[in-house]
């Protein structure tokens, strides 16, 4: 392993039970992402790209396989630690947003920073709002913000506590392509000004296109 790998994979295969037997979603996938780096991995749908998102970022394990951020193997890790991880070096951008629907804007946001126990975290999530151009939305609710206004919280709240590394599930996914374009520059405004990683999955040809490096998944590996 390179010591400026941010993010690594070894191997990784990932199976799950169906109808008794072992349906292989990743067969051995191979990744190495350095620190700073734009990485898309784009494939057909199905492929396991969510899959792979979500072992990458310790919300779930391999079956078998090794995963390292920032040299910190996942599997040594319990879930309580594999979440302290998280909230100390990672973002999440997902496609469907998940937000919180009782909690404002700004409460969605200061969410990451409170988790990492940072005093600063309602300033940082103002600041946040403010640079991807909610500041006047801080007490609006989710039902009430557009699709493009959600995801500009779902960024915001992302970077809120200045994660090492960004990983991001389709994007632009549920946005027309007017507002995708806007999220893309974004996101990668964003990711610039605070030299994050930044490993996404896409079926946006333009979003990959913004990337340093583009990887297809296909039966269950990385093809470069």
């Given amino acids: ?47 396991g790209k969510t899959t792979l998102l979500s072992l990458l970022a310790g919300l779930d394990l391999p079956t078998r396989g090794e995963i390292r951020i920032d040299g910190q193997r996942l599997d040594d890790l319990d879930e309580d630690a594999r979440a302290a991880l998280r909230a100390g070096r990672i973002g999440f951008v997902f496609q469907s947003f998940q937000l919180l629907a009782g909690f404002t804007a700004l409460e969605n946001v200061m969410l990451p920073a409170e988790l990492a126990g940072r005093d600063d975290a309602p300033a940082r999530a103002r600041a946040a709002l403010e640079r991807v151009g909610l500041g006047a939305r801080l007490g609006h609710y989710p039902q009430q913000l557009s699709g493009g206004e959600q995801q500009r919280v779902a960024i915001a709240r992302a970077f809120c506590g200045e994660p090492k590394i960004l990983f991001a599930d389709e994007p632009t996914g549920n946005l027309d392509t007017a507002t995708g374009a806007r999220i893309i520059d974004l996101l990668f405004e964003m990711n610039e000004a605070q030299n994050t990683t930044l490993v996404l999955v896409t079926h946006d040809a333009a979003l990959a296109g913004r990337c340093q490096r583009t990887l297809q998944l296909r039966e269950g590996r990385l093809h470069g």
């Avoid at 190495?32 to 898309?40: F, H, I, K, P, Y």
């Fill in 1 to 47: 392993m390179s010591r400026y790998s941010a993010v690594l994979a070894s191997g990784v295969v990932k199976q799950v039970s169906s109808g008794g037997q072992a349906l292989t979603i990743l067969a051995g996938v191979d990744l190495d992402v350095a620190r700073g780096e734009t990485v898309a991995i784009v494939g057909a749908s199905g492929s």
